[in-house]
């Protein structure tokens, strides 16, 4: 079966630096269209940023545009969320998602993902 591992999250300061990884085993990695959700106490799970299976096209949300960056790597089957200038507001179990998606999918929909990580836990301190 597919299997998502995250890992990378932690208690850091605001302004510090987080790099998340999300290992992908058991599916065909290059051609999984993939995401970073994220997931406030109280709140909804929202789609941080995302990127196609080719890589050639990437969103990010406006919270966390020109703060993160979101990569893959196909001979690792990985994909990472560089995270720079934390913020407070930032604090959230962040998710990673991969799934088959068609050629126009509402890449910010959760329901258009069929495969989940277990989550981990980022808090940035003021």
């Known amino acids: 079966q597919v299997q998502l591992v995250e890992s990378g999250g932690g208690l850091v300061q605001a302004g510090d630096s987080l790099i998340l990884s999300c290992v992908v085993s058991?599916?065909?990695?290059?051609?999984?269209?993939m995401a970073w959700f994220r997931q406030a106490p109280g709140k909804e799970r929202d789609c941080i940023s995302a990127?196609?299976?080719?890589?050639?096209?990437?969103y990010y949300d406006d919270s966390v545009l020109g703060r993160f960056t979101i990569s893959k790597d196909n001979d690792k089957n990985t994909m990472y969320l560089q995270m720079n200038s934390l913020k407070p507001e930032d604090t959230a179990i962040y998710y990673c998602?991969?799934?088959?998606?068609?050629?126009?999918?509402?890449?910010?929909?959760?329901?258009?993902?069929?495969?989940w990580g277990q989550g981990t836990q980022v808090t940035v301190s003021s």
């Open positions: 998602a991969a799934g088959l998606l068609d050629t126009y999918p509402n890449y910010l929909a959760a329901y258009e993902y069929n495969y």
């Open positions: 058991g599916g065909s990695f290059s051609q999984y269209g």
């Open positions: 990127i196609n299976w080719s890589g050639g096209s990437i």
